[in-house]
């Protein structure tokens, strides 16, 4: 196919690439060369408070603007995920679309310069951040892992008050153990009544474990006392009443607990790191051919 409009764009000393397509690319619709800048750089995101030295390497790109027009960084001509591949020679196949381009090297560095400008007054890279642990999230981490995180400090904080509670209500329980076993039983009742009080312990003792056993704590699923079926000695029913009222108060404040544990795992703010303009360090700077379909150009042009 021969070239029908010639290269609208010379600028001396200027690098110039063009953007490689793959042949099922080409083929597919009318494609027109059309002139963009494209700004290879590193940016530098950095914060004393987040302990954070962050390196990107990016690209950014925009089309050369026609006469005397601004350029528009807003718009990228290139979306800036996409991988670049670039090649040094035109594509045979595709024409170049007319335009009046009057750019020169020097409104080349005003064209980089604008960007910078841009990049320093928008551009934030945002970390998750823990006011209570003062843990800052990694560029990378997504919010569930962050709080994953958090919920981790948080069980490390309230341990040491779970050990303390369990150890409370546990010394409760062997006081009324002790209480109870001074109670006066007729040889005729041991077999019988002390093997019910010693299983009525026994499965106390066990509720209190789970209890105990993580901090969510069974505290929503904990298992009651079985009911009792017959008559109880008014021994027997103030045993069962201890039993039952230590159970709740080691519920009730297991339950405070973990209120306090939710608040402490679910706390966090957005944290912005802005970009300084010296912490944009361009690494190059190039014309770069974009082919764009005929039809879609001319219908956004009009």
């Not at 080349?108 to 642990?133: C, G, H, M, S, W």
């Not at 201890?242 to 306090?260: N, P, T």
């Amino acid at each position: 196919m021969t070239k029908d409009a010639p290269k609208p764009l010379h600028i001396k000393d200027a690098q110039e690439f063009w953007l490689h397509l793959t042949d099922a690319e080409v083929s597919a619709s009318r494609l027109l060369y059309r002139p963009a800048m494209l700004i290879e750089c590193r940016v530098n995101f950095r914060s004393l408070r987040a302990g954070l030295h962050h390196s990107e390497e990016r690209h950014y790109s925009a089309w050369i603007p026609e006469s005397d027009l601004a350029i528009d960084w807003d718009k990228p001509a290139i979306s800036a995920d996409r991988e670049l591949k670039y090649q040094a020679v035109a594509n045979a196949n595709i024409d170049y679309e007319p335009g009046t381009y009057e750019t020169t090297l020097a409104e080349f560095a005003q064209y980089e310069t604008e960007l910078i400008d841009k990049l320093a007054r928008a551009e934030k890279l945002r970390l998750y951040f823990n006011p209570v642990f003062g843990l800052f999230s990694a560029p990378e981490d997504d919010l569930k892992d962050f709080l994953a995180r958090i919920a981790e400090a948080a069980l490390g904080r309230v341990e040491p008050e779970l050990k303390r509670l369990r150890n409370k209500f546990e010394l409760q329980l062997e006081q009324i153990r002790e209480r109870h076993a001074a109670i006066d039983v007729s040889a005729e009742e041991i077999s019988d009544t002390w093997i019910t009080r010693q299983r009525w312990f026994f499965e106390s003792e066990n509720r209190l474990a789970q209890l105990f056993s993580t901090l969510a704590g069974r505290v929503f699923r904990s298992t009651k006392p079985k009911p009792i079926t017959g008559p109880l000695t008014l021994a027997d029913t103030e045993l069962r009443e201890d039993l039952a009222r230590i159970e709740q108060e080691a519920g009730e404040a297991l339950k405070k607990l973990y209120d306090e544990y939710v608040t402490l795992a679910g706390e966090y703010d957005v944290f912005e790191i802005g970009l300084q303009p010296d912490n944009v360090k361009v690494t190059r700077r190039l014309v770069l051919w974009v082919p764009v379909i005929q039809e879609h150009h001319a219908a956004a042009s009009e």
